[in-house]
């Protein structure tokens, strides 16, 4: 499943091509990228689907596997988590860091095995799940509907910033 989704941002951009500019940026992508010009200049870990956006986002930010301080988490990665797993992954990627973006398909969350009693709205949820990670993670926007219409398998639309 990893590599096939790697590469679905742009399969899904790309059949729009012929009605839209080079370089599309989704909504909450562009949460994203502002959220990294707002950090300043520093160097970022990208742990994210590498796709079209990827390049993006290393035309405008330094990307780079050493020497980090502030790492980007989304797609293939948080795939198949359950609840507890999940907070543990995100903790020890952010241990070292001084800032953090987060983009958490809600969808693929497997089961819920916290202690934690979470509330039924699964946005609310998240965002409990994300203070229990660290509890400086920002919710960078509230969409007011999340579907498939809205490219979520492209790019989370559940997005997080951390500035420690």
Known sequence: MASKNRRWRDRQINNFQKFQQKNVILEQEKLMLDFMSNCGVINWRWEGDHNDFKKICASQHNITGQEYNGIIIFGDCLY?????????????????????????????????????????????????????????????????????????????????????
């Open 80 to 164: 198949g988590h359950t609840t507890k797993s999940l907070i543990a992954y995100i903790k020890n990627l952010i241990e070292n860091v001084t800032y953090a973006y987060v983009g958490i398909n809600r969808y693929v969350l497997d089961r819920h095995n916290l202690l934690v009693t979470l509330p039924d709205d699964i946005g609310d949820s998240l965002d409990i799940i994300m203070a229990l990670c660290h509890p400086n993670f920002k919710r960078l926007h509230r969409f007011s509907e999340i579907d498939g219409n809205h490219m979520v398998a492209s790019h989370p639309m559940d997005c997080y910033g951390l500035c420690k």
